[in-house]
């Protein structure tokens, strides 16, 4: 590759409160340092049919507040294909593009990874999901918004559930994470969180019960990841009504509400961070890489190391939630 002038700005996988934020924020930071600008809409599939048009500061106006992605997402199969990302890479020279920013989760940055090596193609990754399961970044774009979201929800159930003394299962979104449903559970106050990380050590749903966790209260609450580990809520609702059926058990399942809405303070701050680091990353020369924050401060990770390892959970939280629950 040679001098970039042009880089491409993309949105892939999930939606995440904050994209709009990142996006804005990699224009203007690639306008400020004399770089060209492109958005690609749809993901990788834009990238395969073409679908491209260039930004200017103005395209990127009155977008920060906003939730979901200008640039629209989409799932790509043909991305997975050799043949998919040969036509991308076509489309990439015949639209000048000397580099991408490629905002998204694990799947997003596992095709930019591959693409980038196939390709000796310079690509810098944001953390774009509300799971918050990347590794070597405190945070993710959309994660604090979506915590918020589900602390809101919650105390509303929690009003109907003091009232008719039920035992409520919420089920949240984190696919194999549980970062979701141990945090919400302890800016919520309820009694437990049932997380896919530890379902391999303990019986999460009989230690929850036989540790008598409403000896003191009419109503439950329990925060339940969504994953093919823990069960989700409706096959622990399940296993209540047959294994404990004096408990009233009730579920919720939060869904795509998640991801929706404006995005909080913390995350617009966060993704304006990320997305003028990655034009810096890219001035260094750097590429490949995903751009975290640690303590606060910018970091800047491969994706080699971002998506093979798995992002560990912070076991104290999962003790003083136990402590705070009696």
């Known amino acids: 590759m040679g001098a970039i002038n042009c880089i491409g700005i993309l949105t892939s996988g999930g939606d995440a409160p904050g994209m709009n934020a990142a996006i804005r924020a990699v224009t203007r930071a690639a306008i400020f340092n004399g770089f060209e600008v492109k958005g690609i809409y749809r993901g990788?599939?834009?990238l395969i049919t073409g679908e491209?048009?260039?930004?200017?500061?103005?395209?990127v106006s009155n977008i920060i507040q906003q939730g979901g992605t200008i640039l629209k997402t989409a799932r790509c199969q043909e991305f997975q294909t050799a043949e998919g990302r040969r036509q991308a890479y076509e489309t990439l020279q015949r639209e000048g593009i000397d580099a991408l920013v490629v905002i998204g989760g694990d799947g997003s940055l596992t095709g930019a990874r591959i693409f980038a090596q196939e390709y000796d193609y310079p690509i810098i990754g944001l953390p774009g999901t509300i799971d918050n399961d990347l590794y070597g970044t405190d945070l993710t774009i959309g994660y604090d918004t979506a915590l918020n979201t589900?602390?809101?929800a919650v105390d509303k159930i929690r009003d109907t559930a003091s009232s008719h003394e039920r035992l409520f299962f919420i089920e949240v979104m984190g696919r194999d994470a549980g970062f979701l449903a141990l945090n919400g559970a302890l800016a919520t106050g309820c009694e437990a969180a049932i997380i896919p990380e530890i379902s391999t050590e303990i019986d999460q749903l009989k230690e929850l019960v036989e540790n008598g966790f409403r000896k003191s209260k009419n109503s439950s609450i329990v925060l339940v990841a969504e994953s093919p580990h823990t069960g989700g809520a409706m096959q622990l609702a399940e296993r209540v009504k047959n294994e404990y059926p004096q408990y009233d058990v009730r579920v919720t399942i939060l869904g795509h509400i998640q991801r929706g809405g404006s995005p909080s303070a913390q995350d617009r701050i966060l993704a304006s961070r990320l997305g003028a680091a990655a034009?810096?990353?890219?001035?260094?020369?750097?590429?490949?890489?995903?751009?975290?924050?640690?303590?606060?401060e910018i970091v800047y990770?491969?994706?080699?190391?971002?998506?093979?390892?798995?992002?560990?959970?912070?076991?104290?939280?999962?003790?003083?939630?136990r402590r705070l629950s009696i």
């Open 44 to 46: 990788y599939r834009g």
């Open 52 to 59: 491209i048009k260039p930004f200017k500061t103005e395209n």
């Open 150 to 152: 589900i602390m809101e």
């Open 279 to 296: 034009i810096d990353a890219l001035l260094d020369g750097q590429r490949n890489v995903m751009v975290g924050i640690r303590n606060d």
């Open 301 to 321: 990770v491969p994706f080699s190391r971002a998506i093979k390892f798995d992002k560990p959970i912070n076991r104290e939280l999962l003790n003083t939630l």
